[in-house]
């Protein structure tokens, strides 16, 4: 009776972590769809859902402690200035768990890019990110173009404008 018990707690045990492991899924790949959820820009402007349907988007994922992030924020921000005029998106998600920090972060370098913090329903679309700077390219089409792990160089940041229409 109490091996049945037993094996009956751990089965649900496994079966639990199973699903939390795979609760968000892998992160995106290319090809795959992407609808981007309304989301709440740290300084409090609001993307509502489907504002980036139909438009080419860079969405990267950083943090504050992130050596790599700091110097590869600096070419996105000069990728935002230029994309602004040419109709594709930047969205920075902030991994960090502090959003104060992130705010002080960005104004302390002047930094404009548009930047929200991870919740739940980014991270229900991206997956869970096991590498930091992680930047996606979603198309017009709404299929994710490119996956870059890692950091990226001025000239490769920038390059990402020919999605740009």
Not at 84 to 104: C, W
Not at 137 to 161: C, H, T, W, Y
């Amino acid at each position: 009776m109490q091996t049945s018990a037993w094996r009956r707690s751990v089965s649900m045990l496994l079966v639990g972590m199973l699903a939390a492991a795979t609760a968000w899924g892998a992160p995106l790949q290319v090809g795959d769809s992407v609808e981007l959820p309304g989301v709440i820009l740290i300084d409090g402007r609001h993307r509502p859902p489907g504002y980036y349907q139909g438009k080419p988007v860079i969405v990267q994922y950083w943090a504050v402690w992130c050596p790599y992030c700091a110097r590869q924020n600096r070419h996105v921000q000069q990728l935002w200035e230029q994309a602004q005029a040419r109709e594709l998106e930047v969205l920075a998600i902030s991994l960090d768990p502090d959003e104060a920090g992130v705010r002080h972060h960005m104004a302390e370098r002047n930094y404009t890019f548009p930047v929200v913090m991870q919740d739940r329903e980014l991270l229900d679309v991206f997956g869970k990110q096991g590498v930091v700077p992680q930047l996606y390219v979603i198309n017009a089409q709404g299929r994710v173009a490119e996956v870059i792990p890692g950091e990226m160089f001025s000239a490769d940041v920038l390059g990402l404008l020919k999605y740009a229409p």
